[in-house]
């Protein structure tokens, strides 16, 4: 399988700017979660999806975050407009729902979108 | 929520030595403890996990323990070799609900001098 696919793997953006960052989880998977890592916060939950429905919001930090999964096979993280606070690693991860091993719950992460915002 | 603590932030070891690295948790409904090793400019990547119906796991040179009494688990590398050197990522979940995103300890930069 080709892993969790993310993109851009780096943008460079000006302040005030939208940017949008992509996943395609690993077919087969559904859930699928946005994480955002940071020095200070290191990884923090931002939203997650099961079966294309958003769960779990409540780790968006704020109303210019969005996210959204149309199908199966595709996310988006919206960030409108973008701060310097902004600056961090978004991974996207995706998981199945598994029987009761060790494996069942296994959550794969993507290389991750380097994002600065300047 | 679910809180996880891990320690200790950074360690050092000599090449063929041990590292444990320590977490606790706070949610004591929380079931599926992963550990992920994140080299640089990658994704975490899972290395172990274990279920709160087992106390240790074992993988080659790296075994997990889990004391759900008193809510922390381990890891252990035993014989550290230089690409052991990764930063290192406990996390918790409540695996067989519809609450199944993770909660990570913030992370042990394990660095293993050659």
């Known amino acids: 399988d080709a892993g969790v696919i993310q993109s851009p793997r780096h943008e460079v953006t000006e302040m005030g700017q939208e940017v949008t960052l992509r996943c395609k989880p690993i077919?087969?998977?559904?859930?699928l979660f946005w994480y955002r890592q940071t020095m200070m916060r290191g990884l923090e939950l931002l939203i997650y999806f099961n079966n294309n429905v958003p769960i779990d919001d409540s780790g968006m930090p704020e109303d210019r975050f969005s996210a959204k999964m149309p199908n199966a096979s595709f996310s988006t993280l919206k960030i409108q407009p973008s701060e310097p606070r902004d600056s961090a690693v978004y991974f996207c991860?995706?998981?199945?729902?598994?029987?009761?091993?060790?494996?069942?719950?296994?959550?794969?992460f993507g290389e991750g979108s380097w994002l600065t915002v300047v | 929520g679910e809180n996880v603590e891990q320690h200790p932030s950074t360690l050092s070891v000599q090449e063929g030595d041990s590292a444990v690295i320590k977490c606790t948790y706070s949610d004591s409904a929380s079931n599926y403890f992963p550990w992920y090793k994140q080299e640089l400019g990658k994704g975490p990547q899972l290395i172990i996990d274990?279920?709160?119906?087992?106390g240790e796991k074992k993988d080659q040179r790296i075994a997990v323990t889990l004391n759900k009494t008193a809510k922390h688990f381990s890891l252990h590398i035993t014989e550290t070799q230089p690409e052991d050197s990764a930063v290192y990522f406990c996390a918790a979940s409540i695996g067989d609900t519809g609450r199944r995103a993770l909660t990570f300890g913030s992370g042990t930069r394990l660095q293993v001098q050659p």
């Open positions: 991860a995706s998981s199945r729902v598994g029987l009761l091993s060790s494996s069942g719950n296994t959550i794969y």
């Open positions: 274990i279920r709160s119906n087992v």
């Open positions: 077919s087969g998977h559904d859930y």
